[in-house]
């Protein structure tokens, strides 16, 4: 399951879409949004993509992650909009028959994404918003 | 014609996600950057930053692109 | 959370029991009952423990990680008796304000807890059933 | 009195979960085991491989028990 919403991420779901009899292991990463960064207090998050190419991107970050480990599935589901303190912005599911492949792939589809995938977000604060920049690789 | 689209703060900066361009034939992503500096001069500080994707695919400003492409240029990305 | 049940683990209680406004990642292990074990068929397994070890050893492995990393929380739930394929044996939810604090205690946890907690299990077969046993260390 | 527990393979060899031993002063883990052998002679071949605890503590054959403890002998674990 390879997805961008503009609602709650079904988080059970995206569990499910990757269980498999022959697994023996499901790591989850969940992104959520915190009350505060840089010490400053949060109000909200919103979340913005390039909706075609993030999707591509995502689906490139589950190739390679089937590729280099033994998976028996990847799922990753960003969302976008408005979010609150505490709401999920993405959700990975990794499972397969051993621990430690679920576990390097979980970190490696994060790591990834917030390097490749084109999706940025704007931190509102009591006094002003701004969106927030990552590093150019 | 060329289609441009603008993501994040280089939407705000722009002040529009996007906009059409006349192009009649090849020209590079530089010069296109250049002419909208041209009416957006405050793009200069984000050219050591910026990034550049064609028809959806990373590319870079010294790429080449053809009248009905889709340049789409951001800042480099913060999602998860 | 730390505990040790006789049925489903409840994987979404364990999950809201770490979640945290000031927590950024929540990193999730969750080990499931595969249907194949040492290239073998498996029709079902059977967990024992040492509940009040089982208990305390759990607790110890939640103390040293919440020492050893920056962590908002750390639950861990097994589940003994009878278990069919694809159902949960072992849960661990762990909270941080960044993600590599989490996925490290989280791997932490499941790599200790194969290791300390004096639990066993039965691998079943059609034809028959074995305790596995894990190494000395 | 001095309380032994089983888990695992290792209840399956003595037929019970716990049993009750006579001891009227300090001796130590590998005597209670020693003498336990004599009644199940299969008990040696988990010598090598056999995980103590005394009273919930990971423990030792060398360590010594007293009237009232909670002995417990396993193998090596495999949950997760």
């Known amino acids: ?137 | 014609m060329l289609k441009l689209r603008f993501f994040a703060s280089l939407k705000d900066l722009i002040g529009e996600s996007e906009i059409e361009v006349k192009l009649e034939g090849e020209t590079s992503v530089r010069e296109v950057f250049n002419q909208l500096k041209t009416r957006f001069p405050k793009l200069e500080t984000y050219e050591p930053i910026l990034l550049v994707a064609i028809n959806h695919e990373y590319s870079s400003l010294d790429a080449s692109v053809f009248p009905g492409d889709e340049l789409s240029f951001f800042p480099p990305v913060s999602g998860g």
């Open chain 1, 1 to 137: 399951m390879i997805d961008i919403v503009d609602s709650s991420i079904a988080r059970k779901k995206v569990v499910e879409s990757v269980a498999q009899a022959s697994a023996g292991a499901i790591v989850t990463f969940d992104g959520t949004i915190r009350n505060q960064s840089r010490n400053k207090p949060v109000t909200h998050l919103y979340y913005e993509a390039h909706p075609e190419m993030a999707l591509k991107e995502l689906k490139t970050i589950c190739d390679q992650a089937m590729h280099r480990w033994p998976l028996n599935d990847i799922s990753i589901v960003h969302r976008v909009g408005r979010m609150e303190i505490g709401e999920s912005s993405v959700f990975i599911a990794v499972s397969s028959a051993h621990r430690v492949d679920a576990f390097a792939a979980c970190q490696f589809a994060i790591d990834t994404l917030k390097t490749t995938v084109p999706i940025w977000k704007k931190e509102h604060y009591e006094d002003g918003e701004v969106w927030i920049e990552g590093y150019k690789q």
